[in-house]
């Protein structure tokens, strides 16, 4: 599912608000009582940048399988090659108050969805990073058609 748009359409430049969403591939993650989704992207001809944070509530539940990070607009080739890194995203876990850095990659031909990669050996991130009041944020620059 692309993150929810609020305006209709993208507009050249300007800066548009969409809501992010988290996913997983078995089963998706809850974000709990009093979280909060918000993300912002921009389109420079044919080049989309977003920003997102998500923020977990309490009663957040991790869901289980790899997690997918919603993208504003629909990604277009080469970014749907597996693999493909589109940006940087950050989880702040707020019990232990660490910042963790992972890069996001395409999802396959998923051209609605990232993914995030902390390192080759731990491999793509998955419901550990879910927690009540940790954050999680992404910057991701990818080519579109729309």
Request: charged share 10%.
């Amino acid at each position: 599912m692309i993150g929810r748009r609020l305006a209709h359409e993208a507009k050249q430049g300007v800066v548009m608000a969409y809501t992010p969403i988290l996913t997983a591939v078995t089963t998706d993650p809850t974000l709990g009582t009093g979280s909060s989704s918000i993300g912002y992207y921009s389109l420079v001809g044919t080049t989309v940048t977003a920003w997102a944070t998500i923020e977990f509530g309490t009663s957040s539940a991790a869901g289980s399988g790899e997690l997918r990070f919603s993208l504003p607009l629909p990604a277009t080739a080469p970014y749907g090659a597996d693999g493909f890194p589109v940006g940087v995203a950050t989880v702040f876990t707020s019990g232990t108050g660490v910042f963790t850095i992972y890069q996001l990659f395409a999802a396959g031909n998923d051209t609605s969805n990232c993914r995030l990669l902390l390192d080759g050996a731990t491999g793509f991130a998955s419901g550990s990073i879910i927690g009540d009041a940790n954050r999680l944020s992404i910057a991701a620059t990818y080519p579109t058609t729309a």
